[in-house]
């Protein structure tokens, strides 16, 4: 069992958006501002999407946002394209041990 | 820009230690952390543990009984060792480089990740 929950699958259209929940605890998510989101396609290695909760790497469409309420952080894919199809998972930093825990993951499938 | 590179053994008899070395190009190894993280097949990610340049270490406690970090900062290299295997680590295991600022008020997150590399422990 993963230490921050996840949706196991969403679905969307092209061109609608997505929201993806990831709720963790006090110690995690709620506590630090040190969410990130990463997408991971079929055998590839996992890309970071968001960081510190809402920031985006330089080369990542501003399509994907990231934000945070108390224990439970979000990701919101908007004008869903077929590339965006894949899988996604958050992580946050911890204040105790393991200093990093993952989501579960979440089967994003655009129809 | 910053490249990783995973190597070392595809198969790992149960019992044993699995070996992997991540070699790091387009970038020097120093002044920042490195981490290993696995994925069993059709499973999450797992973070392992991390080493910084200088050689300090934080591991998963799951792990921690059982798990070696170390880093080669003349080779631009860190590696892992994982001993007493069990099927249950099969995995594909990816190195990573952590983003922490340096007054440690932002960041903690992977922002560069080698291809990773299946490991299957079987007899």
């Known amino acids: 069992q993963s230490a921050l929950t996840q949706p196991a699958s969403v679905s969307g259209s092209p061109g609608q958006s997505i929201t993806i929940s990831c709720t963790g605890t006090s110690s995690d998510v709620g506590g630090y501002n040190y969410v990130s989101w990463y997408q991971q396609h079929p055998g590839k290695a996992p890309k970071l999407m968001i960081y510190?909760?809402?920031n985006r790497p330089s080369g990542v469409s501003n399509r994907f946002s990231g934000s945070k309420s108390g224990n439970t952080a979000s990701l919101t894919i908007s004008g869903l394209q077929a590339e965006d199809e894949a899988d996604y998972y958050c992580?946050?930093?911890?204040?105790?041990?393991?200093?990093?825990?993952f989501g579960g993951g979440t089967k994003l499938t655009v129809l | 820009q910053v490249q990783l590179q995973e190597s070392g053994p595809g198969l790992v008899k149960p019992s044993e230690t699995l070996s992997l070395t991540c070699t790091v190009s387009g970038g020097s190894i120093s002044s920042y952390y490195w981490s290993w993280i696995r994925q069993p097949p059709g499973k999450g990610l797992e973070w392992i543990g991390y080493?910084?340049?200088?050689?300090?270490?934080n591991y998963n406690p799951s792990l921690k009984s059982r798990v070696t970090i170390s880093v080669d900062t003349s080779k631009n290299q860190f590696s892992l060792k994982l001993s007493s295997v069990t099927a249950a680590d099969t995995a594909v295991y990816y190195c990573?480089?952590?983003?922490?600022?340096?007054?440690?008020?932002?960041?903690?997150?992977?922002?560069?990740w080698g291809q990773g590399t299946l490991v299957t422990v079987s007899s």
């Open positions: 080493i910084y340049y200088s050689g300090s270490t």
């Open positions: 992580s946050s930093y911890t204040s105790s041990s393991p200093l990093w825990v």
């Open positions: 510190e909760v809402s």
């Open positions: 990573a480089r952590v983003l922490i600022a340096a007054a440690g008020n932002g960041g903690y997150y992977f922002d560069y």
